[in-house]
């Protein structure tokens, strides 16, 4: 009969019995709360302001992560994250950065011949020893490693963008299954996929250029460490921009000229905007639209840039040059021009055969030797503190109103591309 009977309770046995539940549920809401917080702003707030220097970046813990909406990383995506975290080469041999120093950054692919001989032409340029060289890879490759593990002349970090499309074989960003192909429908076709303006589904192999630049962008101005808080120049450079010897030496004449030569210049550049040209040789400055070989802007410039995040993520148009040239800069309301020497201090080279017709002037490359003459001037400093300045206005070339080249037409890219922009905009604390 004893199992009929329910034990009674005595009184102290009900008392603790009460406190275990009430500490329990207090837990639990407790816990909740906590966690509710956790996912929305307690722990991880955006920043609402885009001036920048006040806002702390976040730091790579994977509690921020999951707040983005970025693809699952695989183990190499993983590693070269972490990778990204090592500190600069050669601190040994260049402890100090100078004072003054314009951060270098060399972003890359995969053209080791190409790379072998940019490397080349940066270990001749006076002044590398005072700054910090950054190489930024679109994808992991053992023969563009080996370049950049080679170099002794200055401090070098070596960064990987973990989302590139070349590190992701079958997903998103690279290539999966169930992507549409070129001119799929994906409702017929069954494939996932928007195609641009012309019809056209992504080609990441494409596009990876894009994805890069703007990884990069966002990462050097505002997630490593070295450089968050640099308050100079950063000055951009390519793997086929050849730099002269006087490059640097020049580059910093040209910013520190900047504010009082031309107070509306953005930027300053070592080559020409036309990329054919080689400079005008005349004794004065030039103002004139923005170039993509070898530009250097400071913060100020980057914040700007950064707020027209969905302006450059949303054009339809896979080079990022020409997305900057027609979708940014035009929304910044007036003309953005960068300031120059008049003898180009850095050459693009291309293909050998790319520029058919034009003799032995242009620059090309065939079996690693590269045909760029370095003359007397172009070793040391060459522009004169001195010169007037030359404005070219309305300078023909992509302008707003262009509807761009396509290939950015995948609400996955945006999307990406967006999530580059708040990567490293999150915060502890609900004010910032
Ligand atoms: C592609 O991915 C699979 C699965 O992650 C892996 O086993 C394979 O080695 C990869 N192939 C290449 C070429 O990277
Ligand atoms: C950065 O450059 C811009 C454009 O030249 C200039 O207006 C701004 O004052 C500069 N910012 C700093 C902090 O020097």
Known sequence: MASNKKPRMTDAAFHRCLSVVLVTLISVALMLFLLQNNRVSDLVTRCPSEIGLGCDSANNSPRFKRTLNV??????????EKQNQFPPRNLDLFPQLAEDHITIVL??????????????????????????????????????????????????????????PHIFNNTFPGVSPTDCKDKDDPVKQHCEGNPDQYGNHRSPKILSLKHHWWWMMNTV??????????????????????????????????????????????AANLAPCDVK?????????????????????????????????????FFDDYNWDITMWAAV???????????????????HFGKCGLHQGQGGTVSCMDNGVVNI?????????NINSKWGVHVYENQAGYQAGFKGWGGWGDTRDRELCLEFANMYHFRHGASC
């Open 71 to 80: 693809p699952i990383q695989n183990q190499l995506s993983i590693l070269l």
């Open 107 to 164: 972003y890359v692919h995969n053209r080791p011949q190409y790379l072998r001989v940019v490397v080349e032409s940066l270990s001749r340029v006076a002044g590398i020893g005072e700054t910090l060289l950054i190489v930024s890879h679109d994808g992991y490759f053992d023969g563009m490693n080996k370049i950049v593990e080679g170099i002794r002349f200055c401090q070098v970090k070596q960064i990987f963008a973990p989302y590139s």
């Open 221 to 266: 101005w505002d997630g490593l460490k070295e450089t968050r808080e640099h308050s100079g120049h950063i000055l951009f450079i390519e793997e086929d921009h050849f730099i002269f010897p006087n490059a640097y030496r020049n580059i910093q004449v040209l910013t520190a000229l900047k504010p009082k030569k031309c107070p509306k210049c953005y």
């Open 277 to 313: 040209s080689r400079g005008e040789g005349w004794e004065s400055l030039i103002a004139e639209r923005m170039g993509n070989v070898g530009y250097a802007f400071n913060r100020t410039v980057w914040r700007k840039i950064h707020r027209k995040a969905s302006e450059f993520c």
């Open 329 to 347: 800069y035009p929304s910044f309301g007036g003309s953005v021009y960068s300031l120059r020497g008049p003898k180009t201090s850095a050459v």
């Open 373 to 381: 003459q370095v003359e007397e001037v172009d070793k040391a400093g």
